[in-house]
């Protein structure tokens, strides 16, 4: 079973590898495939719920896929993503809402998309037990202020802040660092300067371990980012299997009678 504690150890030594995952089936496929962390992440907005950004996800959304994600995962750690407004707008709120995370959907950690305001919130969830990945870099929910998901930390004062709120909420208790869409060599820097694992999406090859949205993995999204990359063609069997299944129902080849069942004494009943 894979522990934060463990990932600590594997980091440097051995690449960690996580996925998001919001359904079962496909956390049990990732699961068995030996994937070390599954993140339910606030990315199933414009992955599978068909929104335009993460901001409409409800906690609700969330803990609900990350109770169907942790059923049926028995080794990954399952992490569970905080949507944007469940923390950060009132302390009890926060603590109720990711110890919810765990104590009523099974996950083993939660993610926050951090900055200097969540420093204090991580180490109070540190400190009650909740153990958290910290997110820096590009922070999706930050996508009206930014204006836009541009790569994020390309000026030395920008890229010190990334440095410094690394160090910050690992020493607030932050058991991992996912660092999303900056130059390479400033998460080579971020890498080196601290102990806790960094995990880079669009990050580079330095980083201790990558993730990657699983639709974007799978290619069952139109569009990814350029950053990511395909290694699968999901769409294309999708696209298969339901026009096999309309021309067999329009053609009279489903169902047959393999499918179907007849029940003698039901033959005349008028
Ligand atoms: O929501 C998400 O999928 C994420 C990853 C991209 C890190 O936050
Ligand atoms: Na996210």
Not at 26 to 41: N, S, W
Not at 67 to 87: C, I, Q, Y
Not at 225 to 240: A, C, M, T
Request: proline share 4%; charged share 20%.
């Amino acid at each position: 079973m894979v522990t934060t504690r463990g990932l600590r150890e594997q980091a440097g030594s051995e690449p960690i590898t996580m996925l998001t995952a919001y359904d079962a089936p496909t956390a049990k496929l990732i699961d068995e495939a030996g994937i070390d962390i599954i993140l339910v992440g606030d990315s199933m907005g414009n992955a599978v719920l068909g929104h335009e950004s993460t901001l409409p996800v409800t906690i609700d959304e969330v803990k609900s896929r990350t109770a169907a994600v942790s059923r049926v995962t028995e080794n990954a750690l399952v992490v569970a993503d905080m949507p944007f407004l469940s923390f950060g707008v009132d302390e009890a709120e926060t603590i109720r809402n990711a110890g919810m995370m765990l104590k009523e959907a099974g996950a083993d950690a939660v993610k926050l998309e951090s900055g200097a305001h969540t420093v204090e919130t991580t180490q109070r969830l540190t400190e009650l037990g909740i153990p958290v990945m910290a997110h820096l870099g590009l922070t999706p929910q930050h996508v009206n202020q930014i204006g836009g998901y541009g790569r994020q930390g390309t000026t030395k004062q920008a890229a010190r802040e990334i440095l410094a709120l690394g160090r910050e909420h690992e020493s607030a208790g932050a058991f991992s660092l996912v660092l999303e869409h900056i130059p390479e060599n400033l998460a080579a820097q971020v890498t080196s300067e601290i102990s806790i694992p960094t995990i880079g999406i669009g990050a580079g090859r330095d980083c201790d371990g990558q993730v990657l949205v699983i639709t974007d993995v799978l290619g069952l999204d139109e569009w990814s980012p350029p950053f990511s990359k395909q290694f699968g063609d999901v769409r294309s069997e999708i696209q298969n299997a339901v026009t096999a299944y309309k021309d067999a129902v329009e053609n009279g080849q489903f169902p047959t009678a393999e499918q179907s069942h007849i029940e003698e004494e039901l033959d005349e009943l008028y």
